[in-house]
């Protein structure tokens, strides 16, 4: 079983900011595989995929983005998920727009959600998507609950599209097939 986790803030506002691409590409995923992720359990929203006979469970922490961990620790506690089954796509102010990481393991860097989650799992050993939102000067926060641009919202969501194949490779191969082939620096 795999849990693939998008970081988000619940509700309209959010929607479309630059903090909610994980959101983003879980509603990517939840289209492009048919799958309503509309089940409240554990403080997320959550809907099931099967891939290759692999249940996949597509998971938006209801939480707010500063306290994702909560939600993820009860999923992964409840479900006796492996640590290394764990996927979370989350936005990136280090990386330009345009750009996606993928890394099997890693610190929380100055990103709040990771934090919570790595604070709650008690460790970092899951693979992570990281898309990049670019940094601009001036007050971060301001930044991340803003929207893209219209330029910018077309080569994030190349970068989501991007997203969903890595996670089917992961899922179906491996974490370094994955960086391998979608890594966009």
């Not at 345009?98 to 919570?116: D, E, V, Y």
């Not at 803003?146 to 994030?156: A, H, N, P």
Request: aromatic fraction near 8%; proline fraction near 3%.
């Amino acid at each position: 079983m795999y849990l693939v986790v998008g970081l988000g803030n619940p509700g309209k506002k959010y929607e479309w900011t630059r903090h909610n691409v994980g959101f983003n590409a879980i509603d990517y995923l939840s289209d492009k595989w048919g799958v309503s992720v509309k089940t409240l359990k554990h403080k997320a929203l959550i809907g099931e995929h099967r891939i290759n006979g692999e249940k996949v469970l597509l998971v938006k922490p209801q939480t707010f983005m500063n306290a994702s961990g909560e939600s993820l620790r009860e999923l992964k506690n409840y479900y006796k998920v492996p640590i290394e089954n764990i996927i979370v796509i989350y936005d990136d102010l280090d990386l330009d727009v345009g750009k996606l990481r993928i890394r099997p393991s890693g610190s929380a860097g100055t990103h709040n959600g990771m934090r919570s989650i790595i604070y709650q799992l008690r460790e970092d050993q899951f693979p992570r998507i990281r898309i990049g939102i670019g940094k601009q000067a001036g007050d971060i926060i301001h930044h991340v609950m803003g929207e893209f641009s219209k330029e910018d919202r077309k080569l994030v969501d190349d970068m989501i599209e991007l997203t969903a194949g890595a996670v089917e490779m992961i899922v179906t191969k491996d974490v370094q097939t994955a960086m391998n082939n979608c890594n966009r620096k």
